[in-house]
């Protein structure tokens, strides 16, 4: 793996003994801004996304795409921490490593010998980061579609009237993953300042419900149990809300405030709207939504797409199009977002904008580089 000296992690030693995506999150972020990621994966099989494949996949490489969107810039080695021998060699990789990312269920890093009072007694200075589903002290195994459902987003999920839904990517995942780093980074402030490791945790659970954000508040503070509203804003009107040109485009406007909200009538040839007491501010529009957005519905229906959006842009309206994702990865925005490695494989980078992200090693292999890794061990 190439090292970037000018990367804010340079001369990072991480050790990932975690799966499928929270952790190997983390462990590509720290690859992209320049650490060594040394993965540790079960002989034979590996991270079980490998053999998430698409239905249209090939599966030539035991690298899937979906194994690719969290591992690169990582080396892997396979070993059995099952015995006494790959326990040893974890041992080993821990006394040189400055993180562990673990994802083990609870206990059973226990009983491998790799907890975090374990570790630590060998490495003083060592970050250790656990995800676990539920917390240390719940067992159960749980993916992220579960906890999106017990966390409330799959209820919220959806259309009016209609059933609960999960969201197309691992959200609980993404959202667990940032927590982790965030702990990460600060932990490395206070060891430069004090010289000291750390242990940061979170749960898949923890992190969902920390995220609900005014979803939780409008329970919690204004005693209302938020319900399925499609695209719609309980909040605020309109924002999110999807209106169809005449052209067939679907267009998201999110007017956050009551300058837009008179800007964005204006732009339609709506302006008394914005003089009409049932719209005459944010409350009044959360209270006649309906009613407001049959109106502008049926205006925007009258013109297309690009003479809304030109007539939306003069007036700084916020406004999009709902893209697929070749239409996504079309735009020129997400250029810089992206990094490639032989044989024209590309991923969304993370961390895009620090340099070096651009030359990352593609996703290893299972066991790529277990040469390389027992020589440094050796040394």
């Known amino acids: 793996m190439s090292s970037h000296n000018e990367s804010p992690l340079a001369q990072l030693k991480v050790l990932e003994l975690a799966n499928i995506l929270a952790g190997p999150l983390v462990g590509q972020f ?22 998430w494949y698409l239905a249209t996949e090939s599966h030539d490489s035991d690298v899937s795409a979906y194994f690719s969107c969290a591992n690169w810039g990582k080396r892997s080695i396979a070993i059995d921490i099952a015995t ?19 994802g083990y269920k609870p206990g059973d890093e226990v009983k491998f010998g790799l907890d975090y009072q374990s570790v630590a007694a060998r490495n003083p200075q060592l970050i250790y980061l656990q995800i676990t589903a539920y917390g240390a002290s719940d067992l159960r195994p749980g993916f992220d579609a579960i906890i999106q459902a ?25 959202l ?8 990460l980074l600060l932990a490395l402030l206070q060891r430069a ?32 149990v938020p319900a399925r509203m499609g695209s719609e804003h309980p ?14 485009r679907e267009l998201v406007i999110a007017v956050g405030t009551q300058r837009q909200f008179v800007a964005f009538v204006a732009a339609l040839d709506l302006a008394e709207l914005s003089e009409d007491e049932r719209f005459i501010d944010n409350a009044a529009r959360v209270a006649n939504r ?3 957005n049959d109106l502008l519905a049926a205006r925007i229906a009258e013109r297309s797409a690009a003479t809304v959006a030109v007539a939306l842009q003069a007036d700084k309206v916020p406004f999009g199009f709902v893209n697929n994702m070749a239409e996504v990865f079309a735009a020129p925005e997400a250029a810089g977002q992206l990094f490639a490695a032989g044989g024209g494989v590309r991923t969304v980078a993370l961390q895009g904008d620090f340099a070096g992200s651009d ?19 050796a040394q």
Do not use: W
């Open 84 to 102: 006494t021998a790959g326990r040893e060699l974890v041992y080993q990789l821990v006394d040189l490593s400055d993180v562990v990312i673990v």
């Open 150 to 174: 017990e966390s409330g987003f799959t209820y919220l999920n959806g259309e009016a009237g209609g059933g609960p839904v999960k969201m197309p990517v691992a959200l609980v995942d993404l």
């Open 290 to 292: 309906d009613v407001l």
């Open 30 to 51: 720290c690859a992209e801004l320049g650490a060594d990621v040394i993965k540790v994966e079960q002989p034979g099989l590996g991270d079980p996304t490998r053999g």
């Open 235 to 248: 909040n605020i009107v309109p924002y999110g809300t999807i209106f169809h040109t005449s052209d067939a």
């Open 193 to 224: 300042q004090t010289g000291r490791g750390a242990y940061i945790a979170t749960s898949l659970l923890a992190a969902a419900t920390a995220s609900l954000a005014n979803q939780a508040s409008n329970y919690l503070h204004a005693g209302v």
């Open 359 to 377: 030359s990352l090693a593609p996703p290893p292999h299972l066991d790529e580089h277990r040469a390389e890794i027992l020589a440094l061990l």
């Open 176 to 183: 667990a993953a940032h927590q982790l780093k965030e702990g």
